[in-house]
């Protein structure tokens, strides 16, 4: 079994960053890639940002450029670097790590952008 724990997320004003983090931990597990998405109220869950295990990533088009997504392979933990917020990038967002057992999903940590 797999768990992830997310942190980093909150309010902040339009313009401003945030670092949100996700730490995996448990017991046998490889990591083939980690990644980001949100999720609005009534929306389908996103893909933020994507990071294989190798380093190679993707990003979603609406955030390119202000959103870097990183990873720490000894300590199992992706970072989603996110600046110049906006307003529309308010939504919960999950932590996702595709496994070699299975995927795992985050409880989510909210952000909220005010302008």
């Known amino acids: 079994q797999v768990q992830l724990v997310e942190s980093g997320g909150g309010l902040v004003q339009a313009g401003g960053s945030l670092r949100l983090s996700c730490a995996a931990s448990g017991s046998r597990f490889s990591i083939n890639a980690m990644g980001w998405y949100r999720q609005a109220p009534g929306k389908q869950r996103e893909l933020v940002a994507f990071i294989r295990s190798g380093g190679s990533t993707n990003y979603a088009d609406s955030v390119k450029g202000r959103f870097t997504i990183s990873g720490d392979n000894a300590k199992n933990t992706v970072y989603l670097q996110m600046n110049s917020l906006k307003p529309e990038d308010t939504d919960a967002y999950y932590c996702?790590?595709?496994?070699?057992?299975?995927?795992?999903w985050g409880q989510g940590t909210q952000v909220t952008v005010y302008s």
């Open positions: 996702r790590l595709y496994g070699t057992n299975g995927d795992y």
